[in-house]
């Protein structure tokens, strides 16, 4: 509920040009992925491709739908969405006593809500593993990456300049990418302390460095891998891999928090 999300992203049906579709006019999405200036083009309108209802079940049991509202159910997110650890055995967990002890205080009677309780943002890789919607521009010196929730925007540059070297701390960090043949590196830091990594609230330090692998395997699938590089939480770097895919007649739609806002009265929460 504290994410208060947005209803699914459309264009009022506008069937864009250039869309290899099928006979029955809908998007083909095992078509070849698009290319621009010899590399793939990443460019689109992608949604994280959803756990499933029964699965969700499994992993969190018969009540993870309990709460479900119109444009966050629980079969329209990822598993990593709630848990970025799920596929760890709890023993094998890489968290230092510092992360552990944040986790336990968020998930405590009265603790912290998500920043999104306070319209605040989700950072990576929550923002897009959750039911919202993104958007990657691709333009030779710069990708854009911009978020349905809050209105946020990632800005990667592929100018050639390097990371900042004593960054202002910022929600989303800073990003520069690079091309390994046709897998597109993106490399992030300079974050603040305050994200989530994810509902359960594992945490972030100013230290936090993320590498992801962008790969589009085909027109209506964007397969990426993000680590986690976090000496001051974790004790090693860990993963994730999901799968996106291609909403070709669809668009982000403009998501203004405060606007109408009113689960932190519900929640008795202050602004």
Not at 29 to 36: G, H, I
Not at 130 to 142: A, D, G, H, M, R
Not at 162 to 190: I, N, T
């Amino acid at each position: 509920v504290s994410l208060a999300l947005s209803a699914n992203a459309q264009w009022l049906g506008y069937k864009a040009p250039g869309i290899p579709r099928t006979r029955d006019g809908k998007p083909d999405l095992t078509a070849k992925a698009p290319r621009v200036n010899g590399k793939p083009d990443l460019s689109g309108v992608w949604h994280v491709q959803p756990t499933g209802l029964a699965e969700m079940k499994r992993l969190f049991g018969d009540d993870v739908d309990k709460l479900d509202i119109p444009g966050m159910e629980a079969f329209t997110i990822s598993k990593y969405a709630i848990n970025v650890f799920q596929d760890w055995k709890q023993e094998e967990v890489p968290m230092r006593p510092e992360a552990a002890a944040i986790v336990k205080r968020r998930n405590s009677p009265g603790g912290e809500a998500l920043p999104s309780t306070h319209c605040l943002p989700l950072g990576i890789p929550l923002a897009t593993n959750v039911s919202e919607y993104s958007k990657i521009v691709q333009t030779p010196n710069l990708t854009m990456i911009i978020l349905e929730l809050n209105n946020s925007y990632r800005q990667i540059y592929t100018d050639g300049r390097k990371l900042p070297a004593d960054p202002s701390p910022a929600w989303l960090g800073y990003s520069v990418g690079h091309w390994e043949g046709d897998v597109f590196v993106v490399e992030s830091a300079g974050f603040n302390d305050k994200g989530w990594l994810d509902i359960i609230g594992h945490p972030q330090s100013e230290s936090m460095k993320i590498t992801e692998r962008y790969h589009r395997r085909d027109f209506g699938h964007l397969d990426i891998e993000v680590q986690f590089d976090d000496p001051k939480m974790y004790t090693k770097p860990f993963s994730i891999k999901v799968t996106h895919e291609l909403h070709a007649d669809q668009d982000v739609l403009e998501y203004i928090c405060n606007e109408n806002e009113v689960d932190r009265k519900h929640m008795g929460l202050t602004p």
